[in-house]
């Protein structure tokens, strides 16, 4: 802000503060505010106008007829008052009236006035009310008053908020539009209903005026330069996917973090006597209503951004660091964020964690596949989520469907209710059918197993219904882990597993950690790759990093003592990988046996099929497994060369594609052939539609997601096996053009419960 501004605004400020410190009703002060305002600004008129019951009430004037004050009432968008305050824009013009959007109101007398300009007073990013001063001259104001102008409405929206002027200040943009509906990606199916709680909470800016200015520049240095550090960091550990966020927005982030004209703003707008919260504050308000102006999509998503990293400055200089995890739930959530990370989910108490609701997200990330575990449900890409509502409102979510409700009225929340209740009594029904066996109307028995990854999922195996853990993902226990779990930690997992899973078999999956399953801890094993999913992750890791799968080794052995020790490793690429794992598990029950520790009974190998080329090495493989698992998530990332985590290509290709179908049609025959089972463990077989196309091409055993185990059943239990791999080959020989449609149209004409 140049000097003569700081200057002008300072005064002011200095003047608000003593008006703010004295006694005095709220109507007292602000009258004493206008007339400072005026004087200060050599205006013939400063007004102040509040929202009240939805309109913008005239509540202290100097310079207009005094009968007017609380008499004038202008709605949203109504006059120059309206436009300010709806929009949340500037408006500074040299004759008030030639603009489209004046209204005259004979009551104030202010027709002898030609110049008007007025700022949007704002709070919690809502309009509150319009600070406007008037002229008889026909100029305009000058850039510095109008910055002069916005600086002292901040301090007046502290002023106003501390007097309950308003009825609280959440009243505004947000809360006038009323219930809001939005509609996202389907991500976790589930429905819930909770407040909203901010992943990364949001700072409300208590004190604006500066007791001592320098001590705020401080203040800010500080902040900048550990908010530096973290962004560095940050992009660091994203090679290694540890965090949510994806490179391309800490690029952004590192961008503006280092941008001088940001610290520049921020440094002047102390300089006219506000702290070092308001002053960040304060600039971000001025970015948000230039923007506002631009209508360019790109600089709105930049704009986000900005709006990250100007909320994580003032929770640093606020020093309210922690995420909500930190802070914990005190009541039935449904967390807000931008993006997170599955070890980030991890952190919040299931209990009170109801709903998810992302602007990013994707199907297969892990994230999703944790909350899905947690029987969290989530809706992923909704657009703007964070700037839709307001910290502690309610939301309905609709997982089902991927829709939510914001600040639902009555009517919306009984609807809500009623679809609720059927969704449970869904459920049980669901719940009742779990522990049927899954055999096809044409006695086709269907294996369904779970997928498992942490002791509470092998404890609750019975309540599943499923047939077996087919997929135990070893690398939970180290993704929830603040230090690497050690062979004694281990163990003690395994052996906890294989006693609650009791006769019920299951198969541990030697760790697969990189890509977006990332440790902090191991650091600096790093993967430098620009696509860490493609880079040196699971077994190739485990292969360079053999002490670390030896230790695993020896805890797997020593849990499975006197059982049957069921293994396999993901992400082979090529045969040899599988051999060299083999013979690491060999060597490893050769010290077992010579320390003369309990050995399993017997140890079966299998092998991941996640990576394509490795299904043209089936003939030299297959003869050297016991079981053959296709990981779905991965092979279809990998299939379709497209990233699982990437939000914008998660609708983009179909499961339900005859490049995949037929794939995956080849690995089942040629396993069929070798007589190895074959178990499909991706998150494509818990969906009714795809499992019902999997059975079609020959699939026989699944292992999904605890949640999934019902409706597959239901699904199995009405299908006749023999009729749909009569269609699937049909239709994957002469591929129609939408193959899902194809398929639901079976489907429901034989009656098969796919929902
Ligand atoms: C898969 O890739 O399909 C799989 C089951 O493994 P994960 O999802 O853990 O990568
Ligand atoms: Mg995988």
């Not at 490179?247 to 952004?252: G, H, K, R, S």
């Not at 929340?413 to 449970?424: E, I, K, N, P, V």
């Not at 006197?562 to 051999?579: A, C, D, N, Q």
Request: net charge neutral; charged share 25%; hydrophobic share 45%.
């Amino acid at each position: 802000m140049p000097q003569a501004a700081a200057t002008s605004a300072r005064e002011i400020l200095t003047g608000l503060h003593e008006v703010m410190a004295a006694r005095g009703n709220a109507q007292s002060k602000l009258d004493r505010v206008v007339d400072l305002i005026a004087e200060a600004m050599t205006s013939e008129v400063c007004s102040i106008y509040l929202l009240r019951d939805n309109k913008l009430e005239l509540y202290a004037t100097h310079g207009l007829r005094k009968e007017a004050v609380h008499v004038t009432r202008l709605a949203m968008g109504e006059g120059l008052v309206g436009a300010i305050a709806e929009e949340g824009r500037i408006l500074n013009l040299a004759e008030a009236a030639s603009h489209p959007q004046f209204v005259y109101r004979p009551e104030t007398g202010e027709e002898s006035f030609h110049s008007f300009a007025g700022v949007p007073i704002i709070r919690l990013e809502n309009p509150i009310g319009v600070l406007a001063v008037q002229h008889a001259d026909p100029r305009r104001y000058e850039e510095v008053e109008i910055e002069a102008l916005q600086t002292v409405a901040m301090v007046l929206s502290e002023m106003i908020a501390a007097a309950r002027l308003v009825d609280g200040a959440r009243r505004g943009r947000m809360r006038s539009a009323g219930p809001l509906r939005l509609s996202g990606l389907k991500l976790v199916a589930g429905m819930a209903k909770g407040e909203a709680v901010f992943h990364q909470p949001r700072v409300i800016v208590e004190h604006t005026v500066a007791e001592d200015t320098e001590a705020e520049r401080a203040r800010v240095y500080a902040a900048f330069r550990r908010m530096r550090e973290q962004i560095d960091t940050m992009t660091k550990e994203a090679e290694f996917g540890t965090v949510g966020e994806h490179q391309e927005i800490l690029e952004t982030y590192r961008m503006f973090a280092y941008d001088e004209g940001w610290s520049r703003r921020i440094n002047e707008a102390i300089d006219s006597g506000l702290t070092a919260e308001a002053a960040i504050e304060r600039v971000q308000q001025r970015t948000r209503s230039r923007m506002r102006e631009i209508d360019d999509p790109l600089l709105q998503e930049r704009m986000h951004d900005l709006e990250d990293l100007s909320n994580r400055l003032l929770r640093i200089v606020s020093g309210r660091m922690g995420t909500a995890a930190q802070t914990g739930l005190t009541r039935d959530t449904v967390l807000i964020a931008r993006n997170l990370g599955p070890a980030e989910l991890l952190e919040y108490d299931r209990r009170r964690l109801k709903a998810v609701l992302l602007e990013e997200g994707s199907l297969t990330a892990h994230m999703t596949i944790v909350a899905r575990a947690m029987g969290v449900p989530v809706v992923g890409r909704l657009a703007d989520i964070r700037h839709s509502v307001n910290d502690r409102e309610v939301i309905l979510v609709d997982g089902d469907n991927g829709s939510v409700i914001i600040r639902p009225n009555r009517q919306l929340t009984s609807g809500f209710d009623h679809r609720m209740a059927l969704s449970q009594k869904r459920r049980a029904q669901f719940a009742a059918i779990r522990q049927l066996p899954a055999s096809t109307r044409d006695g086709v028995p269907i294996s369904v197993m779970v997928n498992a990854g942490l002791a509470e999922d092998a404890a609750a195996l019975e309540l599943t219904g499923g047939d077996g853990i087919g997929l135990f993902r070893t690398e939970f226990q180290f993704l929830v882990s603040a230090t690497l779990p050690g062979r004694e930690r281990q163990q003690r997992l395994y052996t906890k597993v294989l006693e609650s899973a009791g006769d019920k078999p299951v198969t541990f999956r030697t760790l697969d950690i990189g890509g977006d399953k990332a440790l902090p801890y191991l650091a600096d094993a790093k993967d430098e790759a620009e696509n860490p999913a493609m880079g040196w992750r699971a077994l190739r890791l485990s292969l360079d990093r053999s002490t670390l799968m030896k230790a695993q080794a020896r805890a797997l052995i020593q849990a499975s003592g006197g059982r049957v020790l069921r293994v396999m490793f993901p992400m082979i690429s090529e045969p040899w990988e599988y051999e060299e794992a083999r013979s690491l598990i060999e060597e490893q029950l050769e010290w077992a046996r010579k320390s003369k520790r309990k050995l399993p009974t017997r140890v079966e190998y299998g092998a991941m099929l996640e990576v394509p080329a490795l299904a043209e090495m089936l003939d030299q493989l297959l003869p050297r497994i016991d079981f053959l698992s296709i990981g779905t998530n991965d092979l279809t990332q990998f299939l379709f060369a497209a990233d699982r985590a990437d939000p914008r290509l998660a609708e983009r290709y179909d499961w339900l594609s005859p490049a995949i179908l037929r794939f995956l049609k080849r690995v089942i025959d040629a396993a069929r052939e070798a007589k190895v089972p074959v178990r499909l463990c991706g998150e494509m077989g818990g969906l009714p539609l795809e499992a019902m196309a999997l059975i079609g091409i020959g699939a026989e055993s699944f292992s999904i997601t605890p949640a999934a185990v019902g409706p597959i059943k239901a699904m199995v239990r009405s299908l006749d096996a023999c009729a749909v791999r009569q269609r699937l080959d049909h239709l994957l020989k002469r591929p129609p053009r939408n193959l899902r449609k194809a398929l639901t149209d079976w489907a429901r004409r034989h009656s098969v419960a796919i929902t």
